[in-house]
């Protein structure tokens, strides 16, 4: 099953990619120069001061759930110039995880609005960043959410928070199955 991780710049897509994969995930990770700083449209770096290197292409990574299924995990790149790779990256995507930063919920827009016009169920993981606490409620109405739309915390860096969003993701894509299966 192929999995899509969505997001703006600096959410944690790759981070989450590493965490939980169980093979040693393939990255396109390079350095940031200065050469991409007036190329680069980011409305808000904020907490980002640190960050040095950006997926230029996907991540990818492996999970399995059990001894006939396995998530094919693609961590998409964040940076404004690379999304025209995410309509190819979405090709044949069961669901996806709109990672977001609850401190710049505005750079998870674009995520949402690409998924919502494939109609790639998603769920929305909040990473947690230590920044502003918002409830769930002002999240889904920053993000325009559907309340249908599972919505989780986590730490990307932390395998078993990963594990979790994974795992909220394929419980959803289950429900929405046998749905569609009782619809039909």
Known sequence: MKIVVVGGFGVGK????????????????????????????????DGLHQKSSTTVAFDFGRISLDQHSV????????????????????AGTLGAVVLVD???LADSWYAIDRLEHYGTPFIIACNDFGGPHHTA???REALDIDPEVPMVECD????????????TLVEYLATLAARAARHS
Do not use: C, H, N
Request: no cysteine.
């Open 14 to 45: 790759t981070t989450m990619v590493r965490s939980v994969s169980e093979i040693r995930p393939l990255s396109t990770e390079e350095t940031m120069t200065r050469a991409g700083e007036g190329i680069d449209e980011l409305a808000d770096l």
């Open 71 to 90: 998530l094919y995990l693609f961590g998409a790149p964040g940076q404004e110039r690379f999304w025209f790779l995410w309509d190819r990256l979405f």
């Open 156 to 167: 990307a860096r932390d395998r078993s928070s990963s594990k979790y969003v994974l795992i």
């Open 102 to 104: 609850t401190r710049r």
């Open 137 to 139: 409620e002002q999240i």
